[in-house]
């Protein structure tokens, strides 16, 4: 099985690196790809070294799968590239999530849509992907009918830029910001440019990836996305109204056996989950879940992950354990 990651030295790619390794994917060849100024550089992986290609190189190597994280501008011009090439890409930028051709795939949820014929695929935004494994399996058995979700997301989510610019501000020192304001001991409630309805592209992007993924286009949705300064992963507050009733009880047993979800909720002990402890792990993490008193046949649930892992690079590696599992490639 040979692998290309493009944006190998990117903070996406260096998590994708490490789950491919975790996860013992089997890789037979690794081809670390990355933008010109990368070339050359070497990156190590399970103990041996390998040189970074460039994109064109990466290509006529023909990988079996690529796996990219190297934004969108870059996946809409060289996915389709690969996928000439015979290579199946797993793409993890917003470049083909909303393309009625291609896939848009949560492993947990839907990977039984794919098929040898798909050759992009496209991994979901990272907060949607956290939203939906909680609320799909609710879906099947309630009927979804609402949803209202504000998100608390972490820097990384930004990039290394936001990362240094809060260890700058966190120590008083004056360099690049990532954000137009301070994000040290504050919450800017903008994640991504804003559209024409006064949204941004974040919170359009939990509103059309959730439908598209659930198959439902009449599941109403609302969100506020906003940025913490939280490095460890994405947490979401997520008010869902259902066509039918529910018992609480029900619902904790419905994703306490959902694989992927770790349920997390006893007020007795203080349990419930936090991004400084989600960081590093691969499920997502649910507590808080309770009724929603103000109105039938609606919860709150508080959702938290690693953005970086089942946000981004994690259900990647899912998406090609799929394929190979399924000798879709």
Known sequence: MKVAVVGATGMVGEVMLKVLAERNFPITELIPVASEKSVGKEIEFKGNKYKVVGMQTA???????????????????????????????????????????????????????????????ANPNCSTIQMVMALAPLHKKYDIKRIIVSTYQSITGTGVKAVRQL???????????????????????????????????????????????????????????????????????VNVEFENDFEVSEVRSILHNTPGITVQDNIDTFTYPMPLYAEGKND????????????????????????LRKGAATNAVQIAEYLVENKLV
């Open 167 to 237: 260890e700058n501000e966190y120590a008083g020192i004056q360099g690049e910001m990532a954000y137009k304001y301070p994000i040290h001991r504050n919450a800017i409630p903008q994640c991504d440019v804003f559209e024409e309805n006064g949204y941004t592209k974040e919170e359009m992007k939990l509103v059309r990836e959730t439908q598209k993924i659930l198959e439902d286009k009449t599941i109403a949705v609302t969100a506020t996305a906003v940025r913490v300064p939280v490095v460890g992963g994405h947490s979401e507050a």
């Open 284 to 307: 997502v993490f649910v507590g808080r879940i309770r009724r929603d008193e103000s109105q039938p046949n609606t919860l709150n649930m508080w959702i938290v992950a690693d953005n």
């Open 59 to 121: 290509v006529d190597m023909k990988a079996d799968i690529a796996v990219f994280s190297a934004g969108g501008d870059t996946s809409k011009e060289w996915a389709p590239k690969f996928a000439a090439a015979g290579t199946t890409v797993i793409d993890n930028s917003s470049a083909w999530r909303m393309d009625p051709t291609k896939k848009l795939v949560v492993p947990e949820i839907n990977a039984s849509i794919l098929t040898k014929d798909d050759k992009i695929i």
